[in-house]
């Protein structure tokens, strides 16, 4: 009977024996997991600088072209011509289209034998006054006046100047440089079912109105420089200056302010809405990138780089703009701020800087 326990017995002892050891493996292994070697983050630095700020302000406006030239149609006849289409570059002077000329002809050669009769006339009336037509010089000026009004030279004169110009109307110019817009003339059409035969705009340089608090106008003078970036490519920014402030106060206490912005390429249009940013510099701040200031208890904070771990540091901050941040208190000239991977950080996290 003995025998037949200690046999039952065997097989408990052997299971309790290999639980023990399987725990006491799990502890150990608990244990090694448990360990953490510390983790070291390599972090981004910039150093702390001191300067000009520059602070911006912000507003919205409408791109213009510098000149917009109107192309009207100054005779009225049908229109036998149309050389251009929209988007064509023209330089002054170049011939856009014509209208037909036939009866500006006629008029124009009718005009010139008035004017010839009307001239035989004035020397009959001069002579009869004992005074040659080469004599206007000598001969009183009330004789000469009534010969002129008396013969309808006068007449004949303007009416011969109204009839070559409006020939020369017929063939229809750019009167500026620049690109053809708002095409209207269509050919075999008269010109007087249009309000124009097309606009040109010189978009060489662009102008931007935009308007601004009248709190806001004492930051800002004629050839500031301005950043414009359109809504239609809002990762391009083009380079510009305010060239004129208007003074005067609108009733919603706005001010208009224009900025010129040179258009080398052509990329910019006009009537396209843009953002622009105005920098006024104020010197001497202490600056660092906006990356750089967190927010911790409610706080902001700023962790620097010394001897190989990120230290917290308060701060307070005072102006702002689209990438930095001007520092009242908190941070001194030369102390490396951290830029890149702070986000995670903890109050002396050892960290090395990127190279």
Not at 292 to 321: C, M, P, S
Request: contains cysteine; negative net charge.
């Amino acid at each position: 009977m003995k025998h037949l326990i200690s046999l039952v017995l065997i097989p408990f002892i052997l299971f309790a024996c290999d639980t023990s050891r399987a725990e006491d493996n799990d502890e150990e292994e608990a244990a090694r997991l448990s360990h953490s070697e510390t983790t070291v983050t390599e972090v981004g630095t910039t150093p702390v600088k001191k300067g000009q700020f520059a602070m911006e302000l912000l507003s919205n406006g409408q791109l213009q072209a510098r000149q917009k030239a109107v192309v009207p149609f100054r005779v009225q006849e049908l229109i036998t011509a149309v050389n251009v289409q929209e988007g064509d570059y023209v330089k002054a002077g170049h011939v856009l289209g014509r209208v037909e000329w036939f009866n500006y002809q006629k008029q124009l050669n009718d005009a010139q034998n008035q004017y010839e009769k009307a001239l035989i006339d004035l020397e009959d009336l001069l002579l009869g006054h004992g005074y040659a037509l080469g004599d206007t010089a000598s001969m009183p000026d009330n004789i000469l006046k009534m010969a002129r009004i008396r013969s309808g030279y006068n007449s004949a004169l303007s009416n011969l100047a109204q009839a070559k110009r409006d020939l020369a109307q017929t063939v229809i110019k750019a009167p500026i440089s620049g690109v053809v817009s708002n095409l209207q003339a269509k050919t075999n059409n008269p010109s007087g079912n249009y309000k124009m035969f097309c606009e040109i705009l010189d978009i060489a340089a662009m102008e931007l109105e935009f308007h601004l608090l009248e709190t806001e106008i004492q930051k800002v003078k004629t050839g500031l420089s301005v950043d414009v970036i359109p809504f239609g490519m809002p990762d391009t920014t083009f380079k510009g200056r305010v060239v004129s402030i208007n003074p005067a106060v609108n009733d919603k206490g706005m001010v208009r302010i224009t900025a010129s912005i040179s258009n080398p390429g052509g990329e910019l249009m006009d009537g396209m809405n843009a953002r622009v940013l105005l920098k006024h510099l104020v010197p001497g701040c202490l600056i660092i990138p906006k990356e750089a200031v967190l927010y911790r208890q409610n706080r902001e904070v700023v962790f620097v780089l010394e001897d190989g771990k990120a230290i917290w540091k308060y701060v307070e901050t005072n102006l702002e703009n689209s990438t930095h941040v001007a520092i009242n208190e908190g941070l001194e000239v030369g102390d490396e701020v951290i830029v890149e991977n702070n986000l995670n950080l903890a109050h002396e996290s050892e960290v090395v800087k990127k190279n």
